[in-house]
């Protein structure tokens, strides 16, 4: 399985991991007080990310995810099945804010 990279504005690495319905983040190198935390709260906390390529298994070549961000919106018919939950993964993850009201909650 491929994970994605980022880099903060301080130059720690860390892995975004999709786990159930949230994106956590998992630092891999630099110092920080946690290791894990809610990829919402690092970008809050040492935002912004810088995103690493992400190695494509399908097509053994690097593609980033603003890539199969465009190739799920463009051309939804030929987006695989991990390529659009990667992309669902990462838009709720952004969208979803801990203080938020949701529909179901009004």
């Given at each position: 399985?491929?994970?994605?990279?980022?880099?903060?504005?301080?130059?720690?690495?860390?892995?975004?991991?999709?786990?159930g319905?949230?994106l956590k983040?998992?630092?891999?190198?630099?110092?920080a007080p946690?290791?894990v935390?809610?990829?919402?709260?690092?970008?809050d906390m040492?935002g912004?990310?810088?995103?690493?390529?992400?190695?494509s298994?399908?097509?053994d070549?690097?593609?980033s995810?603003i890539?199969?961000?465009d190739?799920v919106?463009?051309?939804?018919?030929?987006a695989?099945?991990?390529?659009?939950?990667?992309?669902?993964?990462?838009?709720?993850?952004?969208?979803?804010?801990?203080?938020?009201?949701?529909a179901?909650?009004r």
């Amino acid at each position: 399985m491929n994970h994605q990279i980022a880099v903060d504005r301080e130059g720690r690495t860390w892995v975004i991991l999709g786990i159930g319905n949230t994106l956590k983040v998992h630092r891999l190198s630099g110092t920080a007080p946690v290791a894990v935390m809610d990829l919402a709260e690092l970008v809050d906390m040492y935002g912004p990310l810088i995103l690493a390529p992400t190695h494509s298994a399908v097509a053994d070549e690097f593609a980033s995810i603003i890539d199969t961000v465009d190739l799920v919106a463009s051309d939804p018919e030929t987006a695989s099945v991990e390529q659009i939950r990667i992309v669902a993964s990462v838009l709720r993850g952004i969208l979803s804010c801990p203080t938020s009201e949701t529909a179901s909650d009004r």
